[in-house]
Structure formats: C-alpha cells, structure tokens
C-alpha cells in the first residue's frame, strides 16, 4: 500500500473542506431540535432525579445529601416490597394473557376473507388505545362495580360476581383484564403486519401434507411470527411494569394497599408524602428491576426467535 505524504493529505483536506463543513453544519443544524429536546427533557430529568435519589429533598425545603440512604431504607421497606410482589403478580396476570390474546385475535381477522371486516375489526379492537385512559378506566369502574353489567351478566349464567374493585383478592386480576383489553390493539397490529409477511405458500405446502390448522399455526405462524412475539413481549412486560394510571383510577391501591403497585407507590411518596428524595431513589430501583429483566428476556431470546425468515 503506497503511503500517502503528509502534505497530499493536507491538500485534500484543504480541497473538501469548504463542503464538507457545510454538510457537517447543516447536519448538526438540523439535528439540533431534536438533541436539544432530548437533552431538556430527558437527559437532565434523569440527572436530575439520580442526583435527587442521594437527597433528602422534600419539593420546597432545602435539600441535603444522604449518600445512599435512600436506597438502603427501600430495600427494607415492607410497603415498597409488597408493592413490588403486587407489581409482579400484575405482570404476570397482564403480560402473557395480553399477548396470547392479541395474537390470536390477529390470527382470527388475518384469516378474514372480506377485506373490509379486516380494516373495521383493526379499528374496534385499536380504539382502546386512542381513547383517554382515564375516561375508560371511570367506564370500567362502573362496569366492574358489584351492582355494574360484569356481575349482572354472571349473574345470569348462575355465578355471583365478586366485588371486584373492593376485594383484596379479585382488585389486581380486575385491573389486569382492563389493562389487556386497554393494550391489546396495539399488539394485534403489529402480529397483522407480521402476518401479512409470512408466504402463503407455505401454508399451501402444509396443507397438501395433511397438516391441521394447529400443526400450521405451531410449525408455520409461530416461527416466522416469533420476532414480533418478542417484540410485544417486551413493550408489555415495560409497560406492565410501569402501571399506574389503571391503577390509580380504578382502585387508588386498594382496598388498603393490596392493588399499590411500585408506580403508584412512587407517585404517592412524592406527591402525597412529599419525600421527593425517597421517591427518586424508589424509581430508579424499578429501573433496576426492569433492566435485569430485559436482558433476561434478551438473553433468552436466542433460543426461541427465529430471525432466518424469508
């Protein structure tokens, strides 16, 4: 390789620097807003907030440094724990009920033959997701409550309905089915585009060897549909983990602290308790939580998701 000289390099340099500095300038130009917004509103939040965790800060008094005081008096909260367990009981109520469903209400409208069903059957089931979350949570509370139209309608098949908001054992299976029946447009949108990848000759090749239904679904869908499993898997398992508002809305935490998920809790130890310091300490112990998890999930990904597709 022949060397090149110093001052031919120098040369170049000099030969493409005027246009090369006008790109540069209006790329940084143009990235500017967006880097500026990411700064302001979420890089210095979360500075601020570490920074916060290692204070006793109150909202108005002055603030003095604790060390990690506040995380070692979380670790020995019995409230913060419970809501922790109660938090993780929500998950694994929502999250692998959430994505069977929508995949299989994906499955069910893929399989549509009248196109126009398809796209009215996208929008019913993806209007949860548009719709303000409190105005649904208010509907739902109403429908859930022990004179509402779920325990009329059990009523009728001969079960008597539980108070599901007011009870210690039904509030967070209650919350969680409002919360899969909120989220679950969002994942069949995504497993109908998915859906729509996967070659239909190979559902031609399954069928002529006698393949059922099931056997297609499990040999054929499955597979080639497993990134987007993972995907769904993932936005809920973050989503779950950071449940608030359904919560908030439909049981405020109760009855007494049985439905206090770590967000909520989070929420009323700042705002309500006002120890901004404590509160900031529990929010990054849920971002531990929640980081250890994903790369639980990513490392296990190796062994179910197929990427060799098409």
Not at 232 to 237: A, E, G, K
Not at 240 to 253: I, Y
Not at 287 to 292: D, N, P, S, T
């Amino acid at each position: 390789m022949q060397a090149t000289s110093p001052l031919l390099s120098s040369r170049r340099r000099a030969r493409v620097s005027p246009m090369r500095r006008q790109e540069t300038l209006l790329a940084l130009l143009l990235i500017l807003p967006s880097t500026l917004g990411i700064v302001v509103f979420a890089v210095l939040p979360i500075a601020a907030s570490l920074g916060i965790s290692l204070t006793d800060w109150g909202g108005l008094s002055q603030p003095n440094f604790v060390g990690v005081q506040n995380y070692a008096a979380a670790l020995q909260d019995s409230r913060a724990t419970s809501a922790l367990s109660h938090t993780l009981l929500y998950v694994l109520l929502a999250v692998p009920t959430g994505v069977v469903i929508s995949m299989t209400l994906a499955v069910w409208i893929n399989n549509l033959r009248a196109g126009w069903l398809r796209t009215v059957f996208r929008t019913v089931y993806y209007l949860p997701m548009v719709t303000i979350g409190v105005a649904v949570a208010l509907l739902w509370q109403v429908l859930l409550a022990p004179q509402g139209l779920v325990n009329l309608i059990l009523g009728w098949l001969g079960v008597h309905g539980p108070n599901w908001l007011g009870s210690p054992t039904w509030v967070l299976p209650a919350v969680a089915v409002f919360s899969v029946w909120q989220g679950s447009g969002q994942g069949i949108i995504l497993f109908l585009a998915s859906l729509a990848s996967v070659p239909k000759d190979l559902y031609e090749a399954a069928q002529l060897d006698g393949a059922t239904p099931w056997q297609a679904f499990r040999s054929i869908t499955l597979p080639m549909v497993s990134p987007t499993v993972f995907l769904v898997l993932v936005l809920s398992l973050i989503g779950a983990l950071q449940v608030f508002e359904a919560v908030l809305v439909l049981s405020n935490g109760g009855p007494g602290d049985s439905s206090t998920t770590v967000a909520l809790y989070i929420y009323k130890t700042a705002f309500t308790f006002f120890k901004m310091g404590y509160a900031s300490a529990l929010a990054w112990l849920l971002a531990a939580v929640l980081i250890v998890l994903m790369v639980v999930q990513w490392r296990a990904q190796n062994r179910w998701v197929n990427y060799d597709q098409v």
